[in-house]
């Protein structure tokens, strides 16, 4: 039977064109309002871009965003395992340090770390209930404000990761863990060499959106006159008084930040999706080895 060709034409669409155009019109208006307005000091965002003092904040910002995401991971992990525990002072422990640091606002966080001397003058390590003390530190000297910024943000982030790695956890088909243990594997060895490694398809996507997210949040540490991009852009803008302008730079700043940090989570993304493509997808992948060659 000869198969007849299709002659298929798409039917117009003149509402999605019409939206287009709106849509188009509409970038194009905003971009020549924002570019021609005078209000906004283009000269003076276009010098203090490469200035000094935005770069020291810029490189304050993703210091505390790396070294953040990795304490929280870390974290996240560690309360991750303690909530699959069977020991039920494990999971209490690990569900209470859950529920409280997400219940509590990060705002409300950071000003309590800047200001635990209040509540310990000293911080020191040594024997419990009144013992000796070994070393001992003023609290106000130790817990300076980029260490404050660093415990919020690390400790709330915890919280959210320790979600994201159990939630990564529990993808994990149970056989898998069954046939490690038949194997002879130990718990901790069955965790690390083959449950985390197939969470991570699970879990990368969004620790990636948190670090992105981490890289804005930073922002908040201003409230505890930390040094980071948006404290930095304030001390300037209270000097001569360019706040828009100042603001504008420090966006610009963000946006560069997290485009190449989601660009990064785009390839980090496709690394651990390898394996796991459609069915097509695979079958051409297997079959390459052959193109061209005869049976």
């Given at each position: 039977m000869t198969e007849l060709p299709v002659d298929a034409v798409r039917p117009p669409r003149p509402g999605r064109w019409l939206a287009a155009a709106v849509a188009g019109l509409f970038l194009i208006w905003l971009a020549y309002t924002i570019i021609v307005n005078p209000n906004l000091h283009w000269d003076v965002i276009i010098a203090f871009l490469g200035d000094g003092r935005i770069l020291g904040g810029l490189w304050v910002t993703i210091q505390l965003t790396v070294l953040s995401m990795v304490i929280g991971l870390a974290l996240g992990v560690l309360t991750a395992v303690m909530q699959q525990s069977g020991d039920p002072v494990l999971r209490g422990a690990a569900a209470l340090y859950t529920w409280f640091f997400r219940g509590t606002p990060l705002l409300v966080q950071l000003i309590f770390w800047f200001n635990i001397g209040l509540v310990f003058p000293t911080i020191a390590i040594g024997i419990p209930f009144g013992g000796p003390k070994l070393v001992e530190w003023q609290a106000n000297e130790l817990v300076t404000p980029f260490t404050a910024a660093l415990l919020g943000l690390a400790i709330n982030e915890g919280a959210y990761m320790a979600e994201i790695v159990r939630a990564g956890i529990r993808s994990v088909d149970p056989g898998q863990r069954e046939a490690a243990e038949a194997l002879g594997m130990s718990h901790s060895q069955v965790l690390r060499r083959v449950v985390l490694p197939q969470a991570m398809r699970v879990i990368v996507p969004p620790t990636g959106n948190q670090f992105i997210s981490m890289l804005k949040t930073t922002s908040m540490v201003s409230v505890i006159a930390g040094a980071e991009l948006l404290t930095v852009a304030q001390?300037?803008?209270?000097?001569?008084?360019?706040?828009?302008?100042?603001?504008?730079?420090?966006?610009?700043?963000?946006?560069?930040?997290?485009?190449?940090?989601?660009?990064?989570?785009?390839?980090?993304?496709?690394?651990?999706?390898?394996?796991?493509?459609?069915?097509?997808?695979?079958?051409?992948?297997?079959?390459?080895?052959?193109a061209g060659g005869g049976v």
């Open positions: 001390r300037i803008y209270l000097g001569n008084f360019e706040v828009i302008a100042l603001l504008v730079v420090a966006s610009i700043w963000y946006v560069v930040l997290t485009t190449i940090a989601s660009v990064g989570q785009h390839f980090v993304e496709r690394r651990f999706e390898r394996g796991h493509g459609t069915l097509p997808a695979r079958v051409r992948r297997n079959l390459r080895p052959f």
